[in-house]
């Protein structure tokens, strides 16, 4: 398993920015899917956004144009770069990580959250 470190949450007010990063550390042999989810107030976790190991990337729609992923292969980090916030952005927001282990299995871990509270 991965060990997931989340940082870079806090309150910002609406049309602010902030950046989010995890770093991945543990018995890793390969990180393949890096991605970040969020939890709002009564919601179902969503799908953010997501990398693959060459950089190929997902979004949801309600954050297409503002946010931005992005990993460091070396340093086994994501990122998670958002612009233009709006109050419904105000989440728990959550790393996720997959790949293989060391001794060849396979993985997949989540961090400890991180809150984003967008307010004036």
């Known amino acids: 398993q991965a060990q997931l470190v989340e940082s870079g949450g806090g309150l910002v007010q609406p049309g602010g920015s902030l950046r989010l990063s995890c770093a991945a550390s543990?018995?890793?042999?390969?990180?393949?899917?890096m991605g970040w989810y969020r939890q709002g107030p009564g919601k179902e976790r969503e799908l953010v956004a997501s990398i693959t190991s060459v950089g190929s990337t997902n979004y949801a729609d309600s954050v297409k144009g503002r946010f931005t992923i992005s990993r460091d292969n070396a340093k086994n980090t994501v990122y998670l770069q958002m612009n233009s916030l709006k109050p419904e952005d105000t989440a728990v927001y959550y790393c996720?990580?997959?790949?293989?282990?060391?001794?060849?299995?396979?993985?997949?871990?989540w961090g400890q959250g991180t809150q984003v509270t967008v307010s004036s």
């Open positions: 996720n990580v997959s790949g293989v282990t060391v001794l060849g299995g396979v993985y997949r871990s």
């Open positions: 543990g018995s890793i042999g390969s990180v393949n899917l």
